[in-house]
Structure formats: structure tokens, C-alpha cells
């Protein structure tokens, strides 16, 4: 009888406890009285305003660009865009390779292959970016030159990526931000 007195107790004290967590998470809900739904719909609107990237100009961030050096910098980029590109398929491929390879449980050496054409692919991919921002800085002077490599040093993973792989920003005592 005792047990059943504590049992029911229990009972009807996570039965409040519920009723009150869920009573609290409604009231965080945003105070706008849009539905979720609306929200959605109205999104897509605002991000078409927003041009593409491929549709604004190829290196920006450079200050005082001629005419020729517009042309020049869109050739570059075009070039490369189509050299990216087959190295994208090119690598989708040999993944899909991979992947076929690894369920059909195929000979290591075949497998080996694979990889070293990947490696293979992935160092000709490397080496070309290299010579894509080689080209692109010769195209320019040396004050945008300047204004060049300070923008793309910045760039880099994202904190969140970052934070995926671990990595902490460090002071130069070598402690975490503070």
C-alpha cells in the first residue's frame, strides 16, 4: 500500500513537471504573429534580391580596377571555373569508383589505383590554384596587389568549421581566447 502511495506521488509530480516544461517552451516561441509557414514562403523573396555570387563582379575587393583589368581578371576566372569543374567531375567519379570498389570488396590493388588518381588529381588541382592566384596577382598593381593578398590571407575556414575540427583560436601566450 505504501509503495503504491509513493508511486502515485511520483507519478503526479512528473506529470506537473511535464505540464510546466511544456507550458514554458511554448512561450518562447518569436512574437510576430506569422505563422512558420509564412516565413518560408516570404524568405525566398528576400534572398533573390541578394545578387549571386557568380553574378557580381570577380575580385571586388580590389580597389580601382581598369576596364582591361576586369577583362583580364574574368578570363582568368572563367578559365578556371572550367578547370574546376572537370576536376569536380573528374573527382565524383572516381568516388563513385571508390565507393563500388570498397561493396564489391575488389582487389587492394585496384583500390590503390584509385586513390593515387585521386591524389594525382587533387595535387594538378592544388598546383592550379596556386597558378590562378599567381595570375591574378600579376594582372595587378602593385597597391591592389597589396589590398589582394590581405583578402584572401583572411580567408579560411569558417569558425564553425573550426570548431567541427577543434581548432582554438590561440594568443600568443599560447591560452585560449579569454
Not at 517552451?25 to 557568380?54: F, G, H, I, M, T
Not at 580596377?65 to 578570363?75: A, C, D, S, V, Y
Not at 583572411?154 to 601566450?173: C, E, F, I, N, T
Amino acid at each position: 500500500m505504501k509503495a503504491i502511495s509513493i508511486f502515485g506521488v511520483a507519478l503526479a509530480a512528473l506529470m506537473l513537471v511535464s505540464v510546466d516544461a511544456l507550458a514554458q517552451r511554448a512561450s518562447r516561441r518569436p512574437a510576430d504573429s506569422r505563422s512558420q509557414q509564412q516565413r518560408l514562403v516570404e524568405r525566398p523573396v528576400q534572398r533573390a534580391e541578394r545578387p549571386v555570387r557568380a553574378e557580381r563582379e570577380y575580385c571586388l575587393m580590389v580597389p580601382d580596377l581598369t576596364e582591361e583589368q576586369k577583362e583580364q581578371l574574368g578570363q582568368l576566372r572563367l578559365e578556371h571555373l572550367e578547370s574546376s569543374t572537370l576536376h569536380r567531375a573528374r573527382m565524383d567519379e572516381l568516388r563513385a569508383k571508390m565507393r563500388r570498389l570498397n561493396a564489391e570488396r575488389a582487389d587492394q590493388e585496384e583500390i590503390n589505383s584509385v586513390i593515387d588518381e585521386m591524389t594525382d588529381l587533387r595535387n594538378q588541382q592544388m598546383k592550379e590554384g596556386v597558378q590562378h592566384r599567381n595570375d591574378i596577382r600579376s594582372a595587378l598593381t602593385e597597391e591592389q596587389r597589396a589590398v589582394y593578398d590581405r583578402q584572401t590571407s583572411l580567408r579560411g575556414p569558417s569558425s564553425r568549421q573550426a570548431a567541427v575540427r577543434g581548432d582554438r583560436l590561440r594568443s600568443p601566450a599560447g591560452r585560449g581566447r579569454r
